[in-house]
């Protein structure tokens, strides 16, 4: 799709990000929690992983929103090659090869 780009994360694309991810958390389906964190914890977690150079990746669409992400979270006190690893799209960009060309990129991230 050419109206899809992915790209790193970055701060002008966290308010459309957390949308998403409340869409997706309210779906029930594929994330633990049914809603999304606070904005401003969710821009905390985000602003907090690209200082630490954590893998972290928005699918954003033609209009500049981002409809999708995954990123690796490290876990504290554990083996610094493992992390959680959170990721979602937006219902109506599933089934187009998105989701494993998101986690490609923030595989290949990881490995750097």
Same mark, same amino acid.
């Given at each position: 799709?050419?109206?899809?780009?992915?790209?790193? $994360?970055?701060?002008?694309?966290?308010?459309?990000? %957390?949308?998403?991810?409340?869409?997706?958390? &309210?779906?029930?389906?594929?994330?633990?929690?049914?809603?999304?964190?606070?904005?401003?914890?969710?821009?905390?977690?985000?602003?907090?992983?690209?200082?630490?150079?954590?893998?972290?990746?928005?699918?954003?669409?033609?209009?500049?929103? $981002?409809?999708? %992400?995954?990123?690796?979270?490290? &876990?504290?006190?554990?083996?610094? &090659?493992?992390?959680?690893?959170?990721? +979602?799209?937006?219902?109506?960009?599933? +089934?187009?090869?998105? +989701?494993?060309?998101?986690?490609? $990129?923030?595989?290949?991230?990881?490995?750097?």
């Amino acid at each position: 799709m050419n109206d899809i780009t992915i790209l790193p $994360a970055e701060e002008k694309y966290i308010e459309s990000h %957390w949308k998403n991810l409340d869409r997706v958390a &309210r779906e029930a389906k594929y994330l633990a929690a049914t809603r999304a964190f606070p904005l401003e914890e969710t821009r905390a977690f985000i602003l907090s992983g690209i200082q630490q150079g954590r893998p972290a990746f928005f699918v954003v669409n033609a209009e500049g929103k $981002a409809v999708g %992400w995954a990123d690796i979270a490290r &876990r504290e006190h554990a083996d610094p &090659r493992t992390g959680f690893l959170g990721m +979602g799209l937006a219902p109506e960009y599933r +089934g187009q090869g998105l +989701g494993k060309q998101l986690l490609l $990129a923030t595989l290949a991230c990881a490995r750097e």
